[in-house]
């Protein structure tokens, strides 16, 4: 299988370089994505609403790599402030709760923009892997 990336439309993506995730062999790799709706360009304030979006974002992008949530095997979540944990976690709780990935929440000093809560990242199988 050919590497192959996936682009969601954000004018990140071409203005910094990067694909949102790159499928190669059966694996996908999804670059951190934070709340942004990308069709408006909105982000809500609150943590846990930015992480709904960011899981809305990765389902999209996982299911145009031939993959999905149920086959993510790694997460690492990253929020600039402790108390953004305990609302996150809930929201991963939801999606990932009989999934249950190897994953990770790192307290970060601050992403790209102040505005942003909370980036998620994440390596997923792919639904019907080559071979």
Same mark, same amino acid.
């Given at each position: 299988?050919?590497?192959?990336?996936?682009?969601? #439309?954000?004018? %990140?993506?071409?203005? %910094?370089? &990067?694909?949102?995730?790159?499928? +190669? #062999? +059966? @694996?996908? %790799?999804? =670059? #951190?994505?934070?709340?942004? +709706? &990308?069709?408006?360009?909105? @982000?809500?304030?609150? *943590?846990?609403?930015?992480?709904?979006?960011? %899981?809305?974002?990765?389902?999209?992008?996982?299911?145009?790599?031939? =993959?999905?949530?149920?086959?993510?095997?790694?997460?690492?979540?990253f929020?600039?402030?402790? =108390? &953004?944990? +305990?609302?996150?976690? *809930?929201?991963?709780?939801?999606?990932f #709760?009989?999934?249950?990935?190897?994953?990770?929440?790192?307290?970060?000093?601050?992403? @790209?923009?102040?505005e942003?809560?909370?980036?998620?990242?994440?390596?997923?199988?792919?639904?019907?892997?080559?071979?």
């Amino acid at each position: 299988m050919s590497r192959r990336l996936i682009s969601t #439309g954000s004018p %990140f993506e071409t203005a %910094f370089g &990067y694909s949102r995730a790159v499928v +190669d #062999g +059966d @694996l996908v %790799f999804v =670059s #951190g994505t934070t709340g942004y +709706d &990308y069709v408006t360009m909105t @982000l809500p304030e609150d *943590a846990a609403d930015q992480a709904r979006n960011i %899981f809305r974002t990765l389902d999209a992008v996982l299911t145009e790599a031939g =993959s999905s949530l149920s086959q993510v095997v790694r997460a690492q979540y990253f929020v600039t402030d402790r =108390s &953004y944990c +305990d609302p996150v976690l *809930a929201v991963c709780g939801e999606v990932f #709760g009989e999934i249950r990935p190897a994953a990770g929440i790192y307290v970060v000093l601050g992403l @790209l923009k102040p505005e942003m809560k909370v980036e998620i990242e994440v390596t997923a199988r792919l639904t019907h892997p080559s071979g």
